[in-house]
């Protein structure tokens, strides 16, 4: 059986049998290899960009430019942070940028309780459940529907389903290869689709709160945790319907005839069925999350309810603005439901250990959220955000690139920058500051930058191999085809890539086209 110590390492040619030639889409990997490895780490990246931005802060200070946003009669200068006034800001602030980012606290505490859940067993059952019964003509679609709803475990959905989707698909009598893949690409394409809610939704809106807050035009703006909920589950949706059409009339037709003889010799075996205690264990977590759900419903819909906004309104609402403590209650309460059901958790030490585990695992992820806290601290502080932001809207206007076909090509460089830079929050972090302001000159809401991002973070995350799950899934395939080589897999991925990049911006158009509600109380415009 192949192991991920059988595999290049990016930056390295794939193994490839005999003497066959490099293929056109062999090169085109390795030239994006070469460049995206030309890239430093992502934290050593924000560094420079900070370095970068206090020099050019500090140019621009001394040239006395100031900028005006439209709308208003403010004028603001550009203020240098190699100047005494800048040095002053950065000793007092520094802490302070890194304690008040608003993506820290709300990803960690959602990690914590789906940390829980994962050590409980209950995030893998489910999708035992959902999948292992399903009828053989269902079963691309069922993967896919349940793949588009994966970022609300985060990572853990591109090495959990990815193979038991394989095997799932060996059992019905299906290519394994078919589930195999087209599992991960629909994990990976559709990952910021989806009806549940998860840590990376709470990453995206806390720098958007950071990026939008430069303009005056942010103050009152409703920015929660669900401004783009009816996006992603509209989008999640149609993503997994077109995700099974995919994998059932497009990929799995191409890999011909399965042929058990060609496989690894230890290619594992799986039972899919559920234990009676497993059983058990999920139908009283459901009960509890229901009573949970019920719980939190009762708090918000009545009249006079403690959980109303202003007036009594639903929305806004103080259970949108604490949408991540509920979100994180009920995954901490279904994860000790079910642990401590199956027997997976036998006490409170073990509760803490997976609650410990799982912030350790984002340790990479902190440091680089102190120096993106320092990074978009200082482009709000120096003005050099607005700066930018009113010249990009300026040269988005001046070429005719507004409205709706603005935010395709903000999406196609999002998809471009994503081959190099695969972290959603490192290119989040890169991009926003300039064009969520930018597209609010424009008239656009911040909650319409950050849907249109989603669609360029995820399309195009399964074909670069910058991309380490890639490497993980050739691992996987090799399994059944041990032959198997990177520039092969890419181009099965690319299978989906176009498809959900121009199906997904079609859905969005029909929300930014009949002026749709992204989520609760977000419009597509600022008005």
Not at 246 to 254: A, F
Not at 444 to 468: C, E, H, K, Y
Request: hydrophobic content about 55%; overall charge neutral.
């Amino acid at each position: 059986m192949s192991s991920t110590t059988d595999l290049p390492a990016p930056g390295k040619q794939s193994p490839s049998p005999g003497s066959e030639r490099p293929t056109g889409i062999d090169r085109v990997l390795a030239v994006i290899e070469r460049l995206g490895n030309a890239l430093p780490n992502p934290i050593i990246l924000f560094t420079g960009l900070f370095v970068i931005l206090a020099v050019i802060s500090t140019a621009l200070a001394l040239a006395d430019v100031t900028v005006t946003v439209p709308g208003t009669d403010e004028t603001k200068a550009v203020t240098g942070l190699f100047t005494g006034e800048g040095m002053r800001w950065l000793t007092e602030n520094l802490v302070t940028n890194f304690a008040t980012f608003p993506p820290i606290a709300a990803v960690l505490l959602m990690i914590m309780a789906v940390g829980v859940a994962e050590k409980a067993g209950l995030l893998e059952t489910v999708m035992r459940a959902t999948l292992a019964r399903a009828p053989r003509a269902v079963l691309p679609y069922l993967v896919a529907l349940t793949a588009c709803q994966a970022h609300m475990i985060s990572d853990v959905a591109a090495i959990v389903l990815p193979p038991l989707a394989a095997v799932v698909f060996k059992s019905a009598g299906r290519h394994p290869v078919a589930g195999l893949i087209g599992g991960f690409a629909c994990v990976g394409a559709g990952y910021a689709a989806g009806f549940t809610i998860g840590s990376l939704d709470a990453l995206y809106i806390g720098i958007t709160q950071q990026a939008a807050a430069v303009l005056p035009a942010a103050q009152g703006l409703d920015l929660h945790l669900l401004v783009n909920y009816y996006f992603t589950a509209a989008s999640s949706l149609v993503l997994g319907l077109l995700g099974g059409f995919l994998i059932s009339r497009v990929l799995e037709p191409r890999l011909g005839t399965y042929d058990a003889s060609t496989a690894a010799e230890d290619e594992p075996e799986q039972d899919l069925s559920l234990t009676p205690v497993q059983r058990r264990g999920l139908l009283l977590t459901a009960l509890v999350v229901v009573l949970y759900a019920g719980a939190v419903l009762s708090l918000w819909l009545p009249e006079g309810a403690p959980l109303r906004g202003e007036g009594g309104a639903l929305v806004p609402s103080p259970l949108l603005t604490g949408i991540v403590p509920v979100l994180f209650g009920a995954f901490l309460l279904a994860g000790l439901t079910y642990g401590f059901a199956v027997k997976a958790l036998s006490g409170s030490e073990s509760v803490v250990a997976a609650m410990s585990d799982s912030v350790r695992n984002m340790a990479g992820y902190i440091v680089l959220m102190f120096v993106a806290a320092q990074v978009i601290a200082l482009f709000n502080w120096s003005n050099v955000g607005i700066l930018l932001a009113v010249k990009a809207a300026a040269g988005l206007d001046s070429i005719g690139l507004t409205g709706f076909w603005a935010l395709v090509a903000f999406v196609l460089l999002a998809a471009c920058l994503n081959l190099f830079v695969v972290s959603g929050s490192a290119l989040w972090s890169l991009v926003g500051p300039v064009f969520v302001p930018a597209f609010m000159l424009l008239g656009m809401s911040p909650a319409l930058s950050q849907a249109a991002f989603r669609i360029g973070d995820s399309a195009t995350g399964i074909i670069t191999p910058m991309n380490p799950y890639v490497f993980l899934l050739l691992a996987l395939l090799r399994r059944y085809e041990p032959e198997a080589r990177l520039g092969t897999l890419i181009a099965r991925l690319s299978i989906f890539t176009v498809p959900f990049l121009v199906v997904w911006l079609t859905i969005l158009g029909i929300f930014y086209g009949f002026d749709l509600p992204l989520g609760p109380g977000a419009r597509i415009g600022l008005e």
